[in-house]
Structures are given as structure tokens and as C-alpha cells.
């Protein structure tokens, strides 16, 4: 199956450049990224007219709970714990297998419309998730989240089932987080690791709180912790990394781990603003995620970009503007390096065809005085037309092309009440 | 002309309810709101199938300077007084009225594609103005600007020639700020107010070093120094209000004047966040803006409107979760009073129609534990289906009615061309 799109920009992700030009797909893969408009364009199987829009690799959500989309905007008004305690918990009780794969459904249907084709999840009922995610299209990455509470005796054998389960799904070593994860556990997952060479990922520094609880406890943050006990010693990341000493800074940097954002999240919830700058000046690989539905309530990687351009300009210790094509790029390969979905980087042949079709017509994208800070600045799912992943197209100028949205949201509603 | 929307859900803003029903439309007004389904529903002139989704008040952009969208994505990368000086500053000083017409056309299509129908702007050649607005059929609301560069001069005539322009177009008083306005100026301000029993709207404490400056020259923040000048004898509002003192909420709450909040903006100048929690326990009235593409860089109400409901989450001095509500009433309601569309504030017979269809369908909003928060967490241009003003739609499913956008498109990125 060979597709040509043609009539387009091009934003390939491998350096500022934005040129005219035609993107062929075979099968799943890239064949090739054509500019010089030479190359004899003959025996595609279809042909998809640009419009003048733009092409752009996909975006890369790198840290999310999908299924959490039954709990949106669910007792919003609830401080932190009340909300965990009277409004989450109760429900994540009565989950079953059915309710995770719609919720999941539902949260990647909400991706794939806002131009993101993969997904670093942590949750529940594993092979729901993963039959949600080829069922859709979409590209899921499991992130292990073990804790004290449970699932410590299943990571193995899940991290060997879901990486052979199928070319949209892996699974990553990571465990919840560790103030939820006594040193036995901990140890645990550090033989995993060693066992596999494998990069592990865990909730770091999400809040003040945590990071004093873990002071408290070892006389040492949560980051030199982990790393003492060589959890990280084959990479991996963290999730959110707002409360980040120097030291901290030192391994992540050590270790080449990937800080991963979730500025909505950490507004909603309170946690404060990770220095987006002071880490990019660090040399720190950055990606980005939502969070979840829970407490985002979007799973809008437009909305998590800006905040992140934007930030932590109101931070105290704010040291510069930062240039949108970091926050780009983290929002795009940063995303899939963090996963490890290495081809799903950039536009050029050979990779992986996971990309958007960006509408460039539409009026907050004009005048084009800097078309990167536009989408960064000001773009957003308005302006997803098109949504490619593996070669697939799952969604086109406002149709979800695998799934049925109505049924999806029907689901949803009625599952929904089982959990009240 | 009559006009008939049945199939809908209705939030029609005067209480949190959303409810089935139908909007009857003739010529400019809402005719009536329809619940019961008793009433006889013949002789329209057009009829409207809305699809289960929901029909809401408009939103309304309580601060902006719509013809800078000639600056979206100008200079990111400068810190405020080199944007300024060496960015902004040098194109204005080319720009002719046809550039305002072309360049505020833009932001107003912009405007009306997320769910916007009324502007309260300040920026020059009000005629150009004032003529986009009444092509495109979106509602401007002037904003006098005048400061000691100019302009002091033409503020009466102004007022009385736009408030008698078109039903779109009003005219209010106001000025730039007390940090570009001498006493005589202000003085003159003062009695135009007094002259015409006139609200006066102005930025005030959008940075700290203007307040400070303030008080080094009078001893007094600028809302207790304006105020002591009488300018807010009338009411009238102040935009931005980040940095504000008890002293001065108390002047805004005895005047009834409005806070108007620009969180994009400030966020990206580094002014700081507005403390809104608390200016909603005061019993403040609130009003939300974009401050236009130069800062903001989209006119995105509903990213305002969600940065307004968790951005001061993140401040030290934070109080508390804020309702939803309240933020979904200032970006609607808020807005319209607050330039005096005192019709434009929810559905109910007899008021203007200015009013939205937005996906009820789409991922983002499902499923509904709580609808006004999936709006103002969740929502965003891309749930906007239709968009009403004063009866006449002039946008409905992905396309602009009353402009051509590629046309605007065209004249913009030839006209940005003559800044450089």
C-alpha cells in the first residue's frame, strides 16, 4: 500500500526548516520525503491533496493515565486528598477490564483528534488497554506502575508479554512512585532493570511534600535515591519533576533521563511550575505529557506545549524565554525517545509514518511571522485535520476513521454510572 | 426572519442548569427559549438542526488590540522592552488604516471560529474598525487609548461618532495607563467622564514596576490615584489587575469596576498571575480577555478562561479551588457587561442572539460528571460548531459565512510584509 501526500509544507522535526514538498508512505513506514518535486510519482495506491497545509510528525503524550478519562472533571472543586480519597478511589474499586478498554477508547479517540499517536501509559487491566490501543490505532507505550499496594510480582511477566504483543504496543520498566514503594520493592525493580538492561520511569518530584517526605525518610531526594539504588542505571525518566535540587539536575543529566512535563496537571492539583528553562539549559533531555483526564482535564498536547513555553516565566528564579522549537521538539521526538519509539521521530524515509496534517489556513496561524512559534504559540486541535499513525489514517477533517465515537461516548456514559 | 434551533441542550447562563429544548431566533433578538416542547413551532423562515449539542451564550474578549495580529509570533524571543522598541514600535508606525482593516479582520475571524461575538478593542483607525466589524457581523466595542503621545484630542469626538455607527459598534471611554498619561490628561479624562456620566477603562497593574513607579511619583497605587481623580466616578474597569493592593480592590469593589484578566498574556510578558480566587471572594466583577495576538499569541478565550480557573492554584497566597462557574460567567456574561452589552448575556427572550453550538460529541467533553467543568477544563475552539451574532450566523462547521478567509489570508501576509 503506497500513499502520496502531496500539495504540502513539510516540518520534518529535523531542524527549523519548513519546505513544500510531498510525503510518500508505504505501508507503515516513510519511503520517502520528496522536495525537489524530480522524483516521478507513479503506481500509488492513493493520492491525498495537502491543500497547502502542513505536515508535521505526530505528537508523543509521554506521560498519561487513558483510561482516567471516567474521571473528568469529576469533583473538581475537591482539595487533592478529598478528591483521591472520596472521588477517585472509590471509583478505580469497582473498574473493571470493560470499563478500562472504553475509558481508553475514549481518551485515545481524544488524542488521535488532537494530532497525538502515542501514549506512555500507567494504569490498570493492561490487555484491555493494549486491545483499545490496536483496536483504535494508536501507538501505546505501558509505563509499570507498581507500588506497595500491589502488581510488584506481575512486571515481569507483563513487560515480556506486552513487548511481543503487537507493532503498536511495548512496555517500559517504572513503578508508581517512591513514596508509595517501600525499599524491598524498590530493590526489586532495580534487579528488573539490571535483568534486562532496562530504562526504568517512576512519578518524581511531583510535589514539595514528597520530595520533604523522602528527605525525611532517607536523608536524600527521591532522584538520588532511585539512583543510588541503580534504578536509573540503564535510563529511563521522571514524570512531572517540578521540585528538582541541582543534585537532582546532576543525575538526571548522569544518567541521560527524560524530565517529562505535565504543566496542567500541575497547576490544577497545585504542585507548582517545573523550571522548563533551568533544565533545557541543563542539557536535560524534556518531553511532555497530559497527565490524564483526571487532572488535566484535557488530553490537549497543544495546551500542555504553550504552558510550557510560557510557564515558568512567572517563576521566581525565571532565567529567559524559551525558544518554541525545544518545546517542539519535546512535545514530538522528545516524547518518542523518552518511550523509545526511535522511529517515530522525525519525516524521513525509512520512519515510521506517525504524523499530522496541520491547518495553516485557519486565522491563528496567519500572518506567518514564525510559523514554529505560531503552532507552539497559538496552535491547537482546532487545527488538526488529519492524524496518521503507522501508516493508518485514524482520523480526517473531523471523522474518526477506526472507531465510532457515538458508540465510544455511549459506552462511556452508561459505564460511567456504575461507578457512582 | 425567523429561525428555529431544535435538538439542542441549552445552557442558557442565567443558572448552572443545561437543559433540552429549542432557541427561536427573529431577526437580531432571541424570541423565546423553548423547554417544554408545548409551544407550536411553525413559520420559520429557516430551521436548525443542532444535534444534541449544546446552544450557549457567546463568549465575549473583555481586553484586546485586534489588528495585532500582525505581531503574532513577532520577536518571541525578546524580552518585553526590546519587543517593544525594536519589534513593535517601528511596524506600528508604519501601519495605515488599510493594514488595521486587513489585520483586524484576521483576529476577528479568529474570534468568531472560537465562539467569540464581541471585542472590546484598543487600537487605532477606529474607522477601519469599526468597518471590518460590521463586514464580518461580530460586535467592537471601542476603547478610547489615548496617553500623552496622542489622541487626547479626538476622544470626544470618537465617542459621540461610534456610539451612533452601526448597532455593532459602541464606544467607551478610556485611556492607556496612568504610567503614559500625565495629571492633565488625566484631568481631561476626568471631566469627559464627568461630562457624560461615562465608565472609564484603562490598563492598571499589569506589572509591578508600574505600580511601583506609580507610587514613587504620587504616593498612591494608580486605582487609588485615578480614583481620587474621579475617573471611575461612573464605573468602568481596569485590564490585567495583577498586582493589586487591598486598598485597591476596595476602590474597585465601591466604583462596581470591573477586573478584566489577560492570563496568556502575562504569562508570556512575565507580568505574574492575577489572584483570582480572591478577587471572587471580594465580590469583584470579573471579565476575561486575550490582550491580542502580539502577546497572547491566539484570542483563544477558552484557554483564558481554563488558565483563569487554575492558574492561581500555583500562586503562594492561594486560596482555594475556584468554582468553575464563576470563570464560565466572566468569560460570558462578565465580558458583556462589562462593555455595557448589557443584552448579550444569556439566552432569554428578548436578548440579543449572540450565542454558540458546541460539541457535545467530541471526546473532550465525555463523558459528563459535570458539563460546565468539562467546558472551561476541556473546552476549547475545537468544540465550537456555530457561531451566532445578533442573529446572523457567521460561522457553522469549519466555515467562515460573511469573509473569505483565504482572501484575508492573502491581504495579511502581503500587508505584514510592508512592517519590516
Redesign the interface.
Known amino acids: 500500500m503506497r500513499t502520496r501526500y502531496f500539495n504540502a509544507k513539510i516540518f520534518t522535526g529535523e531542524d527549523r526548516e519548513i519546505r513544500e514538498g510531498e510525503l510518500w508512505v508505504r505501508d507503515d513506514k516513510i519511503e520517502d520525503v520528496v522536495f525537489d518535486g524530480r522524483k516521478s510519482a507513479e503506481n500509488f495506491d492513493k493520492e491525498v491533496d495537502c491543500d497547502g497545509n502542513l505536515l508535521m510528525p505526530s505528537l508523543k503524550d509521554a506521560h498519561t493515565h487513558t483510561a482516567m478519562?471516567?474521571?473528568?472533571?469529576?469533583?473538581?472543586?475537591?482539595?487533592l486528598n478529598d478528591w483521591l480519597f472520596k472521588a477517585i478511589f472509590p471509583r478505580e474499586a469497582k473498574l473493571t477490564a470493560e470499563h478500562v478498554y472504553w475509558f481508553t477508547l475514549?481518551?485515545f479517540?481524544?488524542n488521535i483528534?488532537?494530532g497525538t499517536t502515542a501514549c506512555f501509559d500507567m494504569y490498570m487491566f493492561p490487555e484491555a488497554v493494549a486491545k483499545a490501543a490496536v483496536d483504535i490505532g494508536i501507538r501505546n507505550v505501558f509505563c509499570g506502575s507498581p507500588n506497595d499496594f500491589g502488581g510488584m510480582d506481575l512486571i515481569e511477566e507483563r513487560y515480556l508479554k506486552f513487548n511481543e504483543y503487537d507493532p503498536l504496543v511495548s512496555y517500559k520498566m517504572g513503578f508508581h512512585a517512591e513514596y508509595t514503594t517501600n525499599q524491598d520493592n524498590l530493590k526489586i525493580i532495580s534487579d528488573l532493570a539490571h535483568k534486562y538492561n532496562a530504562p526504568v520511569y517512576t512519578h518524581i518530584s511531583e510535589t514539595k511534600s514528597e520530595v520533604d517526605g523522602c528527605i525525611e525518610r532517607y536523608g536524600k531526594t527521591p532522584a538520588v535515591l532511585l539512583d543510588e539504588m541503580g534504578i536509573f542505571d540503564f535510563g529511563g525518566g521522571g514524570f512531572h519533576c517540578v521540585h528538582f535540587s541541582d543534585e537532582d539536575i546532576e543525575v538526571f543529566k548522569k544518567r541521560g533521563l527524560y524530565t517529562v512535563f505535565n504543566a496542567?496537571s500541575?497547576?490544577?492539583?497545585?504542585?507548582?511550575?517545573a523550571p522548563v528553562r533551568k533544565y533545557i539549559d541543563a542539557g536535560l533531555k524534556i518531553a511532555i505529557g497530559t497527565d490524564g483526564?483526571g487532572s488535566?482535564?484535557?488530553?490537549?498536547m497543544f495546551?500542555e506545549m504553550?504552558l510550557d513555553a510560557?510557564?515558568s516565566?512567572?517563576r521566581e528564579d525565571?532565567d529567559?524565554?524559551i525558544?518554541?522549537y525545544h518545546i517542539l521538539k519535546a512535545g514530538i521526538s522528545g516524547g518518542a525517545y523518552c518511550m523509545e519509539l526511535n522511529d517515530s521521530d522525525v519525516l524521513a524515509a525509512g520512519k515510521n509514518a506517525d504524523f499530522i496534517l496541520f491547518d495553516m489556513?485557519?486565522?491563528?496561524m496567519?500572518?506567518?511571522?514564525?510559523?514554529l512559534?505560531?503552532i507552539v504559540?497559538?496552535g491547537?486541535?482546532?487545527n488538526v485535520l488529519m492524524t496518521v499513525c503507522a501508516g493508518k489514517m485514524l482520523y480526517d477533517h473531523?471523522k474518526l476513521l477506526t472507531v465510532d465515537?457515538?458508540e465510544?461516548?455511549r459506552q462511556?456514559?452508561r459505564l460511567?454510572g456504575d461507578l457512582v
Chains 1, 2 share one sequence.
Do not use: Q, W
Not at 500541575?266 to 511550575?273: A, E
Not at 489556513?361 to 491563528?364: A, D, F, I, L
Open positions: 478519562t471516567f474521571a473528568r472533571s469529576l469533583a473538581d472543586e475537591y482539595e475514549l481518551g479517540a481524544e483528534m488532537s496542567c500541575n497547576l490544577k492539583l497545585s504542585s507548582g511550575i483526564a488535566n482535564n484535557s488530553l490537549d495546551r504553550y510560557v510557564l516565566n512567572v525565571k529567559g524565554i525558544d518554541p489556513k485557519h486565522p491563528n496567519n500572518p506567518v511571522n514564525n510559523l512559534s505560531n504559540y497559538s491547537s486541535p482546532v473531523g465515537i457515538d465510544i461516548n462511556c456514559s460511567v
